[in-house]
């Protein structure tokens, strides 16, 4: 039989295992991640966006341009046409946004301070 006590103690020491701290919840490294990436076309000279044709694209965080390239294109479009990967200001993705590092999803997220299913990738046809 229990004291109030002891049993006070077991049902404390239960309740604070159900908890999650923050650290935890966190995206790991190798877990994958979702990226909204959209079609452009060129109408009259201009880039223009193509509503409604934006999905969602699973990378990991570390990717690399090209691979978000070849990711984007594979699920996205012709696979047999040539293909750039701009970002929403409609600028190519080769460097990091405002330094000469190369692109890496993790840090442009981190520069952006927003999640990645909130960053936007466009693809439009090289011409």
């Not at 965080?61 to 294109?73: E, G, H, K, W």
């Not at 590092?101 to 990645?116: G, H």
Request: charged fraction near 30%; glycine fraction near 4%.
């Amino acid at each position: 039989m229990l004291t109030f006590e002891e049993y006070r103690k077991k049902k404390e020491v239960e309740r604070k295992t159900k908890f999650v701290r923050k650290e935890e919840k966190k995206i790991k490294k190798n877990e994958a991640v979702k990226v909204q990436v959209g079609l452009v076309h060129q109408i009259d000279g201009q880039l223009r966006k193509v509503k409604g044709r934006t999905i969602p694209v699973q990378l990991q965080p570390s990717c690399d341009a090209r691979t978000l390239l070849s990711t984007s294109v594979e699920k996205h479009a012709n696979r047999y046409l040539e293909y750039v990967i701009l970002y929403p200001d409609m600028s190519s993705v080769c460097f990091s946004p405002g330094n000469l590092n190369p692109f890496s999803l993790e840090a442009y997220k981190n520069d952006l301070l927003k999640p990645y299913s909130k960053l936007y990738f466009w693809l439009c046809e090289k011409k």
